[in-house]
T-cell receptor, first 115, second 118 residues
Framework: AQSVTQLGSHVSVSEGALVLLRCNYS??????LFWYVQYPNQGLQLLLK??????LVKGINGFEAEFKKSETSFHLTKPSAHMSDAAEYFC?????????????FGKGTLLTVNP | DAMVIQNPRYQVTQFGKPVTLSCSQT?????MYWYQQKSSQAPKLLFH???????NEADTPDNFQSRRPNTSFCFLDIRSPGLGDAAMYLC?????????????????FGAGSRLTVL
């Protein structure tokens, strides 16, 4: 079985501050990991994905995430928050084993950016 | 632009009155998914089609059905909506093989259909 835990359902930062959204995963085989973003009343869009290549993954809009196997983590960061980053962020895991090719999502973290 | 389109964006229905939500795609992806997303919860997979092969999740209620008449279209039917079925319903697509690195496939989502049950 695979699962994702996102620490903190709500994160609030000031514009220009560091963004750090935490994600820990559980998987019995090497995972594929994803971050998706959801703006209000919209579907999910892919920010970035890890598929066993480089452990530091760069995504769109200045976001990046680092895969740390020893910590079973895949935290999302951005050096300087922008007002347009306010959205809900979902971490997700899948793998190539059996039925686990399907995505399992975390509960999401709502990011608020204050002026 | 190639995309995934969901209709309607907002649907209001009465308790027990059947509802159909539609999803169309121009990506020519062979896999289509339906997710249910309730407020402050993770999107939950209801079922998916791999080509015409229907795959139901074990905990998806019988009240939820789906049809895929061709590659481009997929429908979600809720036969007798209850108050607990109020949610955002997300359609997504992906391409690639089921058993070969398919876990790495990226899903493309539509904007969602928000269902309100009165």
């Amino acid at each position: 079985a695979q699962s994702v835990t996102q620490l903190g359902s709500h994160v609030s930062v000031s514009e220009g501050a560091l963004v750090l959204l935490r994600c820990n995963y559980s998987s019995s085989v090497p995972p594929y990991l994803f971050w998706y973003v959801q703006y209000p009343n919209q579907g999910l869009q892919l920010l970035l994905k890890y598929t066993s290549a480089a452990t530091l993954v760069k995504g769109i809009n200045g976001f990046e995430a680092e895969f740390k196997k020893s910590e079973t983590s895949f935290h999302l960061t951005k050096p300087s928050a922008h007002m347009s980053d306010a959205a809900e962020y979902f971490c997700a895991v899948s793998n190539s084993g059996g039925s686990n090719y399907k995505l399992t999502f975390g509960k999401g973290t709502l990011l608020t950016v204050n002026p | 632009d190639a995309m995934v389109i969901q209709n309607p964006r907002y649907q209001v229905t009465q308790f027990g009155k059947p509802v159909t939500l539609s999803c169309s795609q121009t990506l020519n992806h062979n896999v289509m998914y339906w997710y249910q997303q309730k407020s402050s919860q993770a999107p939950k997979l209801l079922f998916h089609y791999y080509d015409k092969d229907f795959n139901n999740e074990a905990d998806t209620p019988d009240n939820f059905q789906s049809r895929r008449p061709n590659t481009s279209f997929c429908f979600l039917d809720i036969r007798s909506p209850g108050l607990g079925d109020a949610a955002m319903y997300l359609c997504a697509t992906s391409s690639g093989g089921r058993f070969v690195l398919s876990g790495a496939n990226v899903l493309t989502f539509g904007a969602g259909s928000r269902l309100t049950v009165l």
